[in-house]
């Protein structure tokens, strides 16, 4: 781990000379980030943490790409995804904590629990006026990270305006928390009323606001310090002066122009050195101004250097308490992000979850946490079945909703274990997941050198290595990008190559329009010997079918022909509908005709081909085992040793040397190894 932080810090320094990690000029206008002169090209190291993966759910950059959740990246215009909708901070601090929540669920029993209490006491309707009188105190709040790491070179006006607005709102949280919220027994408002010291925070407040006079500050643009403030001045400095001072030329009589004054003659005066002069006043210098000169000084510069002094000790006053103040810092930013979750939780209807140590994933009347902000509520898939199977396998038409309901499911578990409530109108009883790993989107490059294949099948690859008994797995049309008879093949031996872990498995979520693969299945069938020959080699305990339920209406052949339910149930769709949903796609009606024939064309041709690659494997299969019936016989053989025996469907002479018949056999082997 100390190699690790020493090259981490080493990657800072040099970008930090190269300014290769600064931040873009929207964040620097957002106000919310120190500048280059603040802290080292708007960031700071204040410490090293170690962060253990293993308390958290694992998520690799696919799964982040392939679902609408948008934790992964920074833009000042969100749109609509899951950290967008959930997102109700009123704090810089807050909105990028909640998306480290997204980013890395929580594995902690415990912790979830905590998180999900809060949510529930907050989202409840008797206390709204407390969620928005919270959330008003904290739209106020700067962070505080950026304050400090401002506060030991140098710190404008507009920072301490921050740092006092922020112990006032402060003190303004603790005081609704202690008089709403006492009584609710959270762990999240316990913490608050014990960090946020109300001694300590309303005499930093008097210091600083003792200290500056923020409103000649504003004027001079600078930091003034109030008058009463400024001791240990010389005591002859006198309160007001009748004479004119300025920095560097001392003190000067001004007298008013006349105007007779139009010569340079007409300036000069007994007694009295001219200076200079302006359009009104001409400046003069005499005996007595160069003895309060000689006596007083250059007396501002005396008042802004004490000044200085006093800011210096007032910024040390304020760091010695750092650590407290960041502590509240980080309870109140816990609050935003609870207060946040709460919000969407009650504006959206979502419902508590219940997380659980076993494998259970059941989600009654579940809803697409993004879907349902678009479209109408009958084209929201749920379900309507029981708990999911370790394995389930989900067909149906086209626009049925099948990706949808895959999405769904995934965002459902990574909010659960965020912290956060889950549309689900019933229930959802949700078992602790390690990991959600994805077949669902290609992320095509041409920088990538791979093909769209080679991409789904090494999300596959990692799937199978990475995944464990708690882990969610989610493929979608996973071996489309080759022949059908190798992607359904393909698909297939994965799913297979997950049932054998028994109770092993992962939760696997596999939509397919590869209907063979259901067509096939040994379920349909009691007995061993049936099962021969069958595709899908599982057992009927370890995989189970699902189906999105669509009605068809035979004596229409129009778009309302079928109609779509968006409800899983239990079954098999064995019909794609593809040319019905290209003609609802408005595909023009020539072309689908088109469409059908050319289909059902392919259709016969391809069950005249499979009959004649069957007939072919067969007569392959059988003459590589009369292949190995000889070989095993010139073995025989050779041991014994006996003359070698006549094979003519093995070598085309009567007699061979030992070496040059199983030479010769062994190539027919190597000539037909490719169709096992």
Known sequence: ???????????????????????????????????????????????????????????????????????????????????????????????????????????????????????????????????????????????????????????????????????????????????????????????????????????????????????????????????????????????????????????????????????????????????????????????????????????????????????????????????????????????????????????????????????????????????????EARQRPHAAAAAHPRMMLLTGANFSGKSVYLHQVALITIMAHAGSFVPAAASARIGLTDKVLTRIHSNDSVSALKSTFLIDVQQAVGALRNSTPRSLVVMDEFGKGTASQDGIGLLCAVLEAFAARKHACPRVLAATHFHDACHGNPANHDTPDERDGQLLQTQPADLAFYTMKIVENRARDDAEAVSFLYQLEPGRCLDSLGVHCARMAGLPAHVTMRGTVAGLDCLSASQSVSQSHQNRVTLTIDIVVDTLAAAQEIANCIVRGENLPVRPSAADQARLSACETITQLWSIVRQYEHLF
């Open 1 to 375: 781990m100390v190699g690790c932080a020493g090259a981490l810090l080493t990657f800072l320094a040099r970008t930090a000379i190269t300014g290769e990690l600064g931040l873009d000029q929207r964040e620097r206008d957002s106000g919310d980030y120190a500048t280059d002169d603040e802290c080292t090209n708007g960031y700071a190291v204040h410490a090293i943490e170690s962060l253990s993966l293993a308390s958290v759910m694992h998520m690799s950059v696919n799964t982040m790409l392939s679902l609408p959740s948008n934790v992964h990246r920074r833009t000042m215009k969100e749109g609509l995804s899951l950290f967008g909708i959930l997102d109700y901070t009123r704090t810089k601090d807050g909105k990028s904590q909640l998306r480290q929540w997204l980013m890395r669920p929580l594995l902690d029993a415990a912790a979830i629990s905590q998180r999900h209490d809060a949510v529930e006491w907050f989202a409840a309707s008797e206390t709204r006026g407390v969620r928005d009188s919270l959330q008003t105190s904290l739209k106020h709040l700067r962070s505080l990270g950026t304050l400090f790491s401002s506060m030991r070179t140098k710190l404008s006006l507009r920072d301490w305006q921050a740092l006092h607005q922020f112990i006032f709102h402060a003190l303004s949280i603790r005081a609704t928390v202690q008089e709403c919220c006492a009584m609710s027994g959270l762990p999240l408002t316990c913490n608050i009323l014990a960090l946020v010291h109300t001694d300590l925070m309303q005499e930093l407040a008097a210091y600083i606001t003792d200290v500056i006079d923020f409103q000649a500050s504003k004027a001079e643009s600078r930091l003034v310090v109030k008058p009463d403030v400024v001791q240990m001045l010389p005591p002859h400095c006198p309160v007001s002066l009748t004479v004119v001072y300025f920095p560097q030329l001392g003190y000067l009589i001004a007298v008013p122009l006349r105007p007779a004054m139009d010569r340079l003659e007409d300036y000069d005066m007994a007694g009295l050195a001219f200076q200079f002069s302006t359009e009104t006043t001409a400046f003069y210098k005499s005996d007595l101004m160069r003895e309060l000169d000689q006596e007083l000084g250059d007396i501002h510069s005396d008042i802004v250097d004490r000044e200085l002094e006093i800011m210096q000790q007032l910024r040390e006053t304020v760091l010695d308490h750092s650590d407290e103040l960041k502590a509240v810092a980080q309870v109140l930013t816990d609050l935003d992000c609870i207060l946040s979750l709460a919000e969407a939780a009650f504006r959206y209807g979502y419902t508590r979850p219940v997380m659980t140590q076993e494998p259970i994933l059941d989600i009654r009347r579940g809803r697409h946490p993004l879907h349902e902000h678009c479209v």
